[in-house]
C-alpha cells in the first residue's frame, strides 16, 4: 500500500497563494482598506509571485511540450494586456487604469530557463538568457526578483540548503537596494512595508510544507490561475471606478 506524502500539493498551494494575492489588490479600490491593512497585506503577500514563479520553473522540468507551455504563458500575457488596455481606455474619465502583468514576467522567465535547459551551444543559450533578462528586467513586473529567482530555483532545484541560502542572499541584496533610513523609526518601517520585496524569503515554509505533487489533472487546475489572475483584478478595477 502506498502511503500519501505528508504536506500539500502544488495546487492546494496555488490556491492559497491566489486568495492571499486578493488581499494584495484590494487597494485598488479607493477607501476599502487602511493604509496599515495595504502594508500589512503587502508584505504578506510577497511570498505569491515568486511561488507561481517556483511553480513556472517546474513546468519548464516537467512538461511534455514545453513550446506550448511558451506560448501559452505569451498568449495570457496578451490577453492581460488587451485587457487592461481596454479598461485604461474605458475608465479614462477618472483616471483608473490597471499595468498588472505577471504572465509576461513568467514567460520571460519560463524562455529563460527554458533556453538553460534546451539549448546546447553556450554562445546561442547565454544571449538568449541575456536578452530576455534584460528585457524582463526593464519591462517585466517584477523582473528584477522573479528573473534572479528563477534562474537560481532552476538551478538548485535539488538543493534545498543551497537555495535557501541563495534566496537569502538575494533577498539582502534587494533590501540593501530598497533601503532608505528616514528621520522615524515609524516612517523607515513604513518604508519598508512598501520596499518589502526583499520578503519574498516567506516563501521557503512553503517550499517545505509542498510535498512535490501536482494535485489534480484537469481544464480547472490547469487553467485556474489563467483565468483568476486577470478576473480579481478586472473586477477590482471596475468597482473602483464605480466607487470614485
Request: glycine share 6%; net charge positive.
Amino acid at each position: 500500500m502506498s502511503m500519501k506524502k505528508f504536506g500539500f500539493n502544488q495546487f492546494q498551494i496555488k490556491i492559497f497563494m491566489a486568495l492571499l494575492m486578493v488581499t494584495d489588490h484590494l487597494s485598488l479600490v479607493p477607501g476599502l482598506i487602511s493604509d496599515d491593512l495595504i502594508g500589512i497585506f503587502h508584505i504578506l503577500t510577497r511570498c505569491v509571485a515568486v511561488w507561481f514563479a517556483y511553480g513556472a520553473v517546474e513546468g519548464v522540468l516537467y512538461t511534455h511540450d514545453i513550446k506550448k507551455y511558451i506560448y501559452r504563458l505569451y498568449g495570457a500575457a496578451a490577453i492581460m494586456f488587451s485587457g487592461n488596455i481596454l479598461l485604461g481606455f474605458l475608465f479614462a474619465s477618472k483616471q483608473i487604469m490597471i499595468s498588472n502583468n505577471i504572465f509576461l514576467t513568467l514567460a520571460i522567465g519560463v524562455t529563460i530557463v527554458a533556453a538553460l535547459k534546451y539549448i546546447d551551444t553556450k554562445s546561442g543559450r547565454y544571449i538568449v538568457v541575456a536578452v530576455n533578462f534584460i528585457v524582463g528586467f526593464v519591462i517585466g513586473e517584477g523582473g528584477y526578483l522573479l528573473l534572479p529567482f528563477m534562474i537560481i530555483t532552476y538551478y538548485t532545484y535539488q538543493n534545498a540548503k543551497l537555495r535557501n541560502i541563495l534566496y537569502i542572499v538575494l533577498a539582502a541584496v534587494i533590501c540593501a537596494i530598497f533601503f532608505v533610513p528616514y528621520d522615524t523609526v515609524t516612517a523607515t518601517v513604513k518604508m519598508l512595508a512598501y520596499n518589502s520585496d526583499f520578503m519574498f524569503i516567506t516563501v521557503i515554509p512553503f517550499l517545505y510544507l509542498y510535498n512535490g505533487e501536482h494535485g489534480p489533472y484537469n481544464k480547472f487546475s490547469k487553467y485556474f490561475f489563467y483565468v483568476f489572475y486577470p478576473a480579481h483584478l478586472w473586477i477590482l478595477t471596475i468597482i473602483a471606478y464605480f466607487v470614485s
